[in-house]
């Protein structure tokens, strides 16, 4: 069975730093697009970053670029996102998701979801 755990959400402050993994389980994702999705309360999930296959590349939102890193380690399977200078705006579920097919920043393309982590994130 395919499972993604995502851990390390939290409440931090105003211009904090929170570090996301998520551990795959049931096959390797190395050769798959790993992303990063959100969801505050009352809004659509929205992509925030992706790392395509084998980390050949890397995408961001705009409201994250500069601020958000994705990163990979194959040997573990698993999936991380550093979000530093946080901002309450930041605060929401945040979900990793193993793409299938598609686009990179549409929910659509991905077939295997984590249950998701909160980050909350104070003024």
Known sequence: QVQL????GGLVQSGGSLRLSCAGSGRTFSDVAMAWFRQAP???RGFV??????????YYADSVRG???ISRDNAKNTVYLQMNSLKPEDTAVY????RLTGTYASPLAYG?????????VSS
């Open 112 to 120: 295997y979801w984590g249950q998701g982590t909160q980050v909350t």
């Open 49 to 58: 970053a992706v790392n395509t296959g084998y980390g050949r590349s890397t």
């Open 95 to 98: 979900y990793c998701a193993a």
């Open 5 to 8: 755990v995502e851990s390390g």
């Open 67 to 69: 601020r958000f890193t």
């Open 42 to 44: 009352g809004k659509e």
